[in-house]
């Protein structure tokens, strides 16, 4: 079970959560960034390595019995901000078409000098909580 946290006189913000809180078997994905199951870069577009990225999130997942209504926080790395904002729905669809429509998550999204990968252009880190069974 999972509760989202919103101060009452604070805007609701958009895509996101301010805050979760949540019961149940706790599951740490490592950063995943765009490269597939054989870690070979397909494409070098931010938006295409972030709809990557989720996919192997999701595998990750999978692997837990979790998915992503069971993502409580995600932070977001990428190595250029202005890219990132410029293409900002681009990315939102990539989310809703990996994702589906899960929002209540505490997000935080930071830019950075590079990544380990020299071609990666985000690393996405998750937590998720799966309920325990009754």
């Known amino acids: 079970m999972k509760t989202t946290l919103q ?20 599951v740490f994905v490592a950063g995943m960034i765009g490269w597939n199951a054989a870690q070979a870069f397909e494409s ?4 295409d390595q972030v709809r990557q990225a989720l996919r192997n999130v999701r595998a990750v997942l999978d692997e837990a019995g979790a998915g992503p209504q069971h ?13 990132y904002l410029a ?4 990315i939102g669809a990539a989310y809703r078409e ?14 950075v000098r590079g990544l380990m990968e020299a ?4 690393e996405i880190e998750v937590t998720a ?5 009754l």
């Open 7 to 26: 101060p009452a006189d604070w805007p609701r913000p958009r895509g996101y959560a301010n805050g979760v809180a949540a019961q149940g078997r706790q």
């Open 87 to 90: 293409r900002n729905r681009e």
């Open 119 to 122: 071609r990666a252009k985000v």
């Open 71 to 83: 993502i409580v926080r995600m932070t977001w790395y990428l190595v250029d901000r202005a890219d």
């Open 44 to 47: 070098d577009d931010l938006v």
């Open 98 to 111: 990996v994702m589906g429509a899960h929002y209540e998550i505490a997000m935080s999204a930071v830019e």
């Open 129 to 133: 909580v799966v309920p325990q069974a």
